[in-house]
């Protein structure tokens, strides 16, 4: 009958094979009812978490060159970064993705990884992720080997190959079957190539290219037909030379390179020299020369060489992390952990991870039942393998040896059903407890062999409540802390009771439910229980004094304290739900540990020292190791193995620095010294670039460039750090933003928003479970590009547009300048031409009437009358210059009120009737000082022209717009003139002057006997 379990760790992956083996032979014999052969407890296979892997059948592991885990799967490849999976897969059609979905092998190579599938063979850029597909004659490609810097072999279902990755060249070597289908290549590094087939192996000389095949001739035969195919599977070579090989149905193989004989282990169940297993699916050897076989049949076998044993670790598991189903493929990273794919997903065994060997013990009563759920409360230590466990249903003996525990209550003659909840000895050797309120020695009973311990009871009439706490000072007095009855201590050699009271409330006050003490001096205990706070009492005295701190009294008044530890001049403070406190002996400096600080939970129980500077402490949520000068915390909880973190009880620790946590049902054994530290540096990937919550792929080495207006981004980054990588932990700076590093705890992302113009170096950089930290940090050349009024170019326009401006207002202003003295002039012309003559004719003709007046009063009259004429249209000139520089007459209205009044004052005196047809938008129109006096000046002329030489009985007048062109035209029926005879006045010409000036077209048509049509068209520089 198994009567009892020990699981052991194999926590030390440096452990020699010979010193393995022997623990395995001491509890194979020494305790044959607590492990057999198949015990698989001794390794901690961990269950990968699969969040993105769609198909669990994995054929082939790899790790890149960057650190990324890579799975080949029946649908796809997948590459792992510790916390998830990405996808790359086939798709019909497309050549930009695999050549096929099931993945056989995989070879890595620096910045890219080589793959083999049943649609051929692949290569992917791990640093773009581009993928390049090569055509293998349509062949399935199972392995890929390295043959030198250019050229590859390749093993595929039909023959082997060699590919030029240069020129994408394919050979086929000669010597091998047409149909030979090739699992495995191998290459001895002298020369030789082994080639395993589904019907023998085959050594290829790389030299001279023969060809040798073996077909061992095996003492058993699957089937028991000596010619049945024998399927080779996988090989490697180890460190002596000598090639493994695993088969289908015939076991293992090895074989020596030098001397050609062949090993074989076959199938037999339940003897460690056989292989327990008949089909091997792939080999891999560790550091210290173990095989390990993936058996296709379940679960995983290590074969130790140097003891010829198998170890096996089938499917059927007992316990939370377990191998499931067949095991395919092994693979061994960078950092020594073992990854083990199967046909329903990937397990591995890290060597660095700490899990924790579990012990079970059972009770068995004198009526034969057995039971195991009991807990201790407290537990102590002694000789031979035996341990004193304090439990609600009262004192026990565990025999580690035998893994019983023997109710001592009745052996000892104690009160029955009563909890133990303290187990201490005193420096005499005695062994002290509490039961209900009662103290107990437990001592040698020397006059009796058949009862080799006696029980001594002690008890006061004072203490009417349970003892919860006992606690021994260096005088070796017995301090008692009872549920509800006060402070009690003990004097074993005076057998006296001393009642202390807490008179803070009152002379007769006591406090309730102590938990805890500490001696800090000769004189001066430290108290604490449910909801006291922290209490001294001066033993000397019998005084009681409160502990407050100004900064926290609130909270310290009413705190619970569960534990109290004192190491040198350092105090620790185990509490309920206020985490654990840190002080001094002095009570200086109070500090707080929480969860923000890596505590599982803020309730403290139990708090022990060790050699090491660490303090163990129990919660509510697991074990936790703190070291005190770094303070760094390490949890041990149900991914170490313990299977209820909230369940612990009790922690002991050992002269040899074992640790022992009890929990209900088991103890927890480990020896921090067997830890393997996990001190491989992590290197950091950054995986994604997020800008407005759209993903962009980032390149290793690429520089990102992002416009001004993309001005919120995040970045991804990921520690390939595959052992606990819960407890990675990142920092990252960005290069011309921030001046230190940024602790980002276990955050794998940053955001930033409204970066200024400017290049910046983002970098990143991470600590694996350990806390080593990479110190080289991922780096990442980010350039926000200035928006276009922050450019060079936009500068350079802009000193131009403004140059340009200044330049126009310039010539603007010198243009005004020249038009004003160009007015000038003309005014003055004007003036000189129509008024200084007109002025000099009057002058004379008025000298020659004063001469005449007297004499020929005739010619007087008609001098004044010629006088008076030429004064009058003196004045219309100087009116029609005053007009045309009037800037307030520039619209077309005035210019048109100007010309009625012409019209009325010329045509309606010769009885001349006409017509004057105006567009309605014309009259809100502008127009320029020049062009109006022009225009005025061609019209009079026209109308002028047509009144007095024309002969005409009507006029027609018409001043219409088109868009920015006006056109007015005057046309009348009279006897009109030939355009061509006409040699002599000034008139014509001046017209076509004017119009000049005023940038008009002017047309002129007439003949004789049919009338004359004068039309000018001129442009609106402004118009609405």
């Known amino acids: 009958m198994k ?81 998830s999976f990405k996808a790359f897969r086939n798709f019909p059609g497309d050549s930009s993705t695999l050549t096929g979905n099931q993945i056989e092998c995989l070879y890595p190579e620096k910045n890219n990884l080589w793959i083999g599938s049943d649609g051929g063979l692949s290569r992917i850029d791990i640093n773009t992720q581009n993928i390049k597909n090569f055509n293998c004659y349509g062949l399935k490609v199972n392995t890929i080997l390295k043959k030198n810097d250019s050229i590859f072999w390749v093993g595929t279902a039909s023959g082997l190959f060699q590919f030029n990755k240069n020129n994408y060249h394919w050979t086929k070597v000669p010597g091998f079957e047409k149909s030979t289908f090739i699992n495995s290549l191998t290459d001895d590094h002298n020369g030789h190539l082994y080639v395993t087939t589904r019907n023998g192996f085959y050594c290829y000389s790389k030299l001279t290219g023969v060809c040798k095949y073996y077909r061992p001739d095996l003492p058993t035969f699957p089937q028991g037909d000596k010619n049945a195919p024998l399927s080779f599977s996988k090989s490697l070579l180890d460190n002596q030379g000598n090639l493994w090989i695993g088969t289908w149905d015939a076991g293992l193989l090895r074989f020596n390179t030098k001397t050609e004989k062949i090993k074989t282990w076959f199938y037999k169940t339940d003897d460690l020299h056989f292989l327990p297993y008949k089909i091997i699916s792939d080999l891999l050897q560790d550091e210290n020369g173990n095989i390990w076989l993936a058996n296709k049949e379940g679960g995983l076998t290590i074969f130790c060489p140097s003891k010829n044993k198998f170890i096996n670790y089938p499917v059927e598991w007992a316990g939370e992390s377990r191998i499931s189903g067949a095991v395919i493929s092994l693979f061994r990273d960078k950092s020594g952990t073992f990854w083990i794919g199967t046909e329903n997903g990937i397990v591995k065994y890290d060597p660095h991870y700490v899990h924790l060997s579990k012990t079970t013990y059972q009770l068995k009563t004198d009526t034969g039942l057995i039971y195991t759920h009991f807990a201790p409360l407290t537990m102590l230590k002694e000789k031979d393998g035996l341990w004193w466990m304090g439990m609600y249903e009262g004192l026990f003996m565990y025999d580690q040896k035998k893994g019983f525990i023997q109710d001592y209550s009745k052996v000892l003659g104690l009160p029955a059903n009563f909890a133990v909840f303290n187990i201490l000895k005193d420096k005499s050797g005695a062994t002290w407890l509490s039961v209900k309120n009662m103290l107990v020695k437990v001592s040698e009973n020397v006059n009796n062999r058949n009862h080799p311990l006696q029980a001594e009871i002690f008890k006061s009439p004072d203490i009417k409540s349970s003892i919860y706490i006992l606690y021994i000072d260096n005088e070796n007095r017995i301090w008692i802390g009872t549920h509800s009855n006060g402070i009690f201590r003990f004097d074993p050699e005076a057998r006296k009771f001393i009642s202390y009271h807490y008179n803070t409330m009152g002379p007769e006050s006591k406090i309730n439910e102590i938990r805890a003490f500490c001696e800090l001096s000769k004189d001066s205990l430290l108290i604490g229980g449910m909801h006291t706070g922290l209490i001294l009492l001066h033993t000397n005295t019998g005084r009681f004094e409160k502990i407050t701190w100004n900064n926290i009294n609130k909270l310290v008044s009413d705190l619970t304290i569960n534990e109290l530890y004192k190491k040198d001049k350092d105090l620790w403070i185990g509490t309920d739900y206020y985490g654990l406190w840190a002080t001094n002996t002095q009570f200086k400096n109070p500090q707080i540990i929480t969860v923000n600080d890596g505590l599982p939970s803020m309730s403290v129980s139990t708090i022990v020292g060790d050699k090491q500077n660490n303090l163990w402490l129990l919660t509510n949520a697991g074990a936790v190791k703190f070291h005190i000068p770094d303070r760094k915390i390490t949890q041990f909880n149900k991914k170490d193995g313990i299977q209820s973190p909230d369940g612990l009880t009790s922690i002991v620790i050992d002269d040899n620095s074992n640790i022992s946590i009890a929990s209900k049902g088991c103890i927890y054994s480990f020896n921090p010294a067997n830890f393997v530290k996990n001190t491989h540096p992590p290197e950091v990937s950054i995986t994604d670039l997020r800008i407005f919550d759209k993903d962009y792929t980032i390149h290793k080495g690429e520089t990102i460039r992002l ?122 012309r004007d003036l000189h031409d129509d008024i200084g003559s007109t002025l000099s004719s009057i002058n004379i003709f008025s000298k020659i009437a004063l001469q005449k007046i007297s004499t020929d009063k005739r010619s007087s009259s008609e001098l004044l009358q010629k006088i008076s004429d030429k004064s009058e249209r003196t004045l219309d000139a100087l009116s029609d210059i005053v007009w045309s520089i009037n800037t307030r007459n520039d619209g077309l209205d005035n210019f048109l009120m100007k010309a009625r009044e012409y019209l009325s004052e010329v045509l309606e005196a010769q009885c001349i009737p006409y017509d004057f047809s105006i567009d309605p938008e014309i009259e809100h129109l502008k127009i320029g000082m020049v062009s109006r006096k022009e225009l005025y000046l061609i019209f009079k002329e026209a109308i002028c022209n047509a009144s007095k030489y024309s002969g005409c009985t009507f006029i027609q007048i018409c001043l219409t717009r088109h868009k ?34 005023m940038g008009a077209d002017l047309y002129i048509e007439s003949d004789e006997n049919k009338g004359t049509l004068v039309s000018l068209s001129f442009h609106i520089p402004r118009f609405r």
């Open 3 to 83: 009567t009892g379990e020990i699981r052991y760790s194999l926590l030390n992956h440096n452990t020699t094979c010979f010193l393995h083996y022997i623990i395995i032979i001491f509890l194979l014999f020494i305790v044959p009812h607590q492990l057999n052969a198949q015990d698989i407890s001794n390794l901690h296979i961990e269950k990968v978490q699969e969040e993105g892997l769609t198909n669990d059948c994995i054929l082939s592991i790899n790790q890149d060159s960057n650190g990324f885990l890579w799975f080949g799967t029946k649908e796809g490849l997948f590459r792992y970064d510790g916390y």
């Open 707 to 828: 416009n001004y207006n993309q001005n919120y981004f995040s970045f991804e980054y990921v520690a390939l750090n595959y052992t606990q990588s819960r407890l990675n932990k990142y920092a990252y700076k960005m290069d011309g933003l921030d001046k230190s590093w940024n602790i980002a705890g276990s955050r794998r992302y940053v955001s930033y928003a409204n970066l200024d113009e400017g290049t910046y170096v983002f970098n990143v950089k991470a600590c694996n479970n350990e806390g080593i930290w990479n110190n080289t940090p991922t780096k990442l050349v980010l350039i926000v590009n200035p928006p276009f009024w922050h450019r060079w170019w936009f500068y350079l326009s802009l000193c131009v547009l403004v140059l340009s401006i200044i330049y126009i207002i310039y010539r603007y202003n010198m243009n005004q300048f020249k038009m004003r003295l160009q007015l000038r002039d003309n005014i003055a």
């Open 964 to 997: 920015s062109v006006c056109k007015l035209t005057i046309s009348d029926n009279g006897k009109g003139f030939n355009i061509n005879a006409v040699s002599s006045g000034n008139g014509l010409y001046n017209m076509g002057q004017r119009a000049k000036k």
